[in-house]
């Protein structure tokens, strides 16, 4: 990043791969815990077209529930509209949006909305529930500050249950910055302002057998 972390005051873009298109869990569990490190500030608004986002999932990723505000649109045109709203709105330190696929112009709209008073915007890529796709199958990106591809990785187990939930990130896009992978997992030491840690790869993977080791 260039200045040591996300870039506050403008907006990001979030993609899933495969089912992730549909239903978005991961995008949206990996983009609960960048907005949660801003909800201190204020309130966040979620857009989305479906009506299942999940809160006891987020306040179980650490999310400040009492700060969210979730509106919930008819179509592509009705959240972007949303979007650019809520990052204009006075109080407002996050938004949210659940949309196919924001063109140039929708672009530079949200990021004007941004710079109005200075808050954040995530867009996570979802196709419409039962709805035609837009055919875009790639993300825009041309005017967000970073773009990022999201899919699931497996977690280690810890001693009682699941351990933290991990992310296999790509950040395919930064201005000023460079991109790259990573296998990143919540931390669990409850550090709102950096929410994730890396995990090396070694961790996701077994080791050798001890025979090929030694050849």
């Not at 949660?36 to 529930?65: M, Q, T, Y």
């Not at 969210?68 to 006075?90: F, H, K, N, T, W």
Request: aromatic share 6%.
């Amino acid at each position: 990043m260039p200045h040591g972390g996300l870039p506050l005051g403008r907006w990001h873009e979030v993609a899933g791969e495969g089912l992730e298109t549909e239903t978005a869990a991961c995008a949206a569990g990996f983009t609960a815990l960048m907005v949660g490190a801003l909800a201190s500030k204020g309130e966040v608004v979620w857009i989305l077209r479906r009506d299942d986002l999940h809160a006891p999932g987020l306040s179980n990723l650490g999310f400040p529930v009492d700060r969210l505000i979730q509106v919930c649109v008819r179509d592509e045109a009705e959240a972007l509209a949303a979007l650019e709203d809520a990052l204009g709105s006075v109080g407002v330190v996050a938004a949210v949006g659940e949309v196919e696929a924001p063109d140039l112009r929708a672009g530079r709209r949200l990021q004007l909305a941004c710079e109005r008073r200075g808050a954040t915007g995530f867009v996570i890529r979802r196709k419409p529930f039962g709805g035609p796709a837009r055919g875009k199958a790639e993300p825009s990106g041309s005017a967000s500050a970073t773009r990022w591809r999201i899919a699931p990785a497996p977690t280690e187990p810890a001693l009682w249950g699941l351990g933290p939930p991990r992310w296999r990130v790509a950040l395919e896009r930064c201005r000023g910055g460079r991109p790259g992978e990573w296998l990143l997992q919540q931390k669990e030491d409850g550090n709102d302002a950096y929410p994730f840690a890396v995990v090396p790869e070694l961790a996701d993977h077994h080791l050798a057998p001890e025979e090929r080791r030694r050849a």
